[in-house]
């Protein structure tokens, strides 16, 4: 019976920590989140990228294309007392590119009770990560591969869970002006709980181009999401350049199952320290909160050695 209640009130706390995330659902919706300031401000539109540190995350293949070490970080300002975090380092080797990472969920003051029906409740939090290690290489000039493992690890109150996750993706530079990606996010996966419940993460396929134009100080990324036998979503993003040193971006999605549109914005520089390139990103995102919208704001640093 405990058992029992405990598996009730796991799937009841995600159902509230998880309302306020505006991504899909099911298990380990985090990892659906993204990483990244840049990447965020343009919808996730950005599994066509190939030049930020934290490409990786979006697209495994794009770590091959890393000419120094690269170092990514994320903090978040949310509101309803959540957190969402990230830090990630990149190395290229003679054979390819290794990337690891660690992406983090929080959410503190969650309301618990001891039973169903009674008015007194306890507060309790959950957290979420995701350590990912990945290696990609080209496999010509123009094209790349990659591959990525997720340790995923979870608690939420005195529930803990641990569980394994694969991603592949493919990255191909058409010509100076456009690109194209394919990404396998979660293909084979494994999560169980101390509660005993064995969980499956939702499958997802994503499909998406980049042009960049003007000498690359525009630049337009499209990019057709699947999740397994659900939302299917697109995203659309737009960055442009000024001065070699400023970036204004934008970004928009449309769920084909829920009918909703989702917006975001930011902006960026990038100043060369003394041969360490730093780069400082800004993400504005607007969630749904049941009938409330919410302004949620992402920032994140970058450095290029």
Not at 192 to 218: D, P, R, Y
Not at 256 to 281: E, P, R
Request: proline share 2%.
């Amino acid at each position: 019976m405990k058992k029992l209640f405990l598996t009730a009130l796991l799937a009841f706390a995600f159902a509230n920590a998880y309302a306020i995330i505006g991504t899909a659902g099911g298990p380990a919706p985090f990892l659906k989140m993204g990483a990244g300031a840049r990447g965020i401000a343009l919808s996730g539109a950005f599994s066509a990228y190939y030049d930020d540190a934290s490409s990786p995350y979006w697209n495994p293949a794009t770590a091959a294309y890393a000419k120094s070490i690269m170092a990514a970080s994320m903090f978040s300002w949310m509101t309803e007392d959540r957190s969402h975090n990230y830090i990630s380092c990149t190395l290229p080797v003679d054979f390819g590119a290794f990337y690891v990472s660690l992406l983090n969920l929080s959410v503190d003051n969650l309301e618990g009770r001891p039973a169903y029906d009674t008015p007194q409740y306890y507060l309790f939090s959950n957290s979420d990560n995701a350590l990912s290690f990945v290696y990609a290489k080209k496999l010509l000039e123009r094209v790349a591969a990659g591959a990525a493992i997720k340790m995923i690890f979870r608690n939420i109150g005195s529930v803990q869970a641990w569980g394994v996750s694969f991603d592949a993706g493919v990255h191909l530079k058409i010509n100076d002006i456009f690109s194209a990606a394919v990404v396998l996010d979660d293909f084979l996966n494994y999560q169980a709980w101390s509660t005993g419940l064995i969980e499956h993460i939702l499958f997802a396929m994503k499909i998406g181009a980049l042009a960049e134009v003007m000498n690359k100080q525009l630049r337009f990324s499209l990019e057709g999401e699947q999740l397994e036998s659900s939302e299917m979503t697109l995203k659309a993003g737009v960055e442009a350049v000024f001065l070699k040193i400023l970036f204004l971006r934008a970004g928009c999605s449309y769920g084909f199952v829920s009918y909703a549109f989702n917006y975001t914005g930011g902006g960026g520089i990038k100043y060369d320290l003394g041969g360490i390139i730093l780069q400082v990103d800004y993400a504005a995102v607007v969630e749904q909160f049941y009938q409330d919208s919410h302004l949620n704001h992402k920032f994140g640093l970058s450095m290029y050695f």
